[in-house]
T-cell receptor, first 117, second 115 residues
């Protein structure tokens, strides 16, 4: 079975603080894909990043960085110097690489991030 | 705008009525997905099309739900005899072309309220 766990339901920080959103996944597939999406109050899910299971390089994009560790089945997301506009619900998701799981994104329950000025 | 488009954005219906939602994917995308999201939860997969073929259906997709993508372009999701438990945000996404290791882009969703 595939599963994504985001243990942090809500996080509140003050602007300019760094914040890390945790994501732990379970899958039996040897090839799989991990994603992060942002859902602002407007409701539209915005794609942030995709990571393939065979690529464990961490990635940095501006204030965003992602730490993928297969050994701990984790794909954590860090926002550096947070801003009010970062306030949103963030979802981690998993897609299998073979068979019937190819079309199916499994989402975690999301972490609601509130950044206060 | 070349993003995923969903219509309507909001729908209020009485219990027992039928409703139909439409999704127009990004034009070059061959895969189309429907998800349902309830308050405080992540999106849950409903069904998936590759071109016009419906390749995967979730157990969440009861007999009252039907989805089509007749020409491999837009898709419709119909809910018959709506129940209050059907109240949710219905999200459409598309991805492709190419293999499955591509990200899905989501529309703004259709919020259904069954009264």
């Amino acid at each position: 079975a595939q599963k994504v766990t985001q243990a942090q339901t809500e996080i509140s920080v003050v602007e300019k603080e760094d914040v890390t959103l945790d994501c732990v996944y379970e899958t039996r597939d040897t090839t799989y894909y991990l994603f992060w999406y942002k859902q602002p109050p407007s409701g539209e899910l915005v794609f942030l990043i995709r990571r393939n299971s065979f690529d464990e390089q961490n990635e940095i994009s501006g204030r965003y960085s992602w730490n993928f560790q297969k050994s701990t089945s984790s794909f954590n997301f860090t926002i550096t110097a947070s801003q009010v506009v970062d306030s949103a619900v963030y979802f981690c998701a998993l897609r299998g690489g073979y068979g019937g799981s190819q079309g199916n994104l499994i989402f975690g329950k999301g972490t609601k991030l509130s950044v206060k000025p | 705008d070349t993003g995923v488009s969903q219509d309507p954005r909001h729908k209020i219906t009485k219990r027992g009525q039928n409703v139909t939602f439409r999704c127009d994917p990004i034009s070059e995308h061959n895969r189309l997905y429907w998800y349902r999201q309830t308050l405080g939860q992540g999106p849950e997969f409903l069904t998936y099309f590759q071109n016009e073929a419906q390749l995967e259906k979730s157990r969440l997709l009861s007999d009252r739900f039907s989805a089509e993508r007749p020409k491999g372009s837009f898709s419709t999701l119909e809910i018959q005899r709506t129940e209050q438990g059907d109240s949710a945000m219905y999200l459409c996404a598309s991805s492709g072309p190419g293999t499955t290791n591509t990200e899905a882009f989501f529309g703004q969703g259709t919020r259904l309220t069954v009264v």
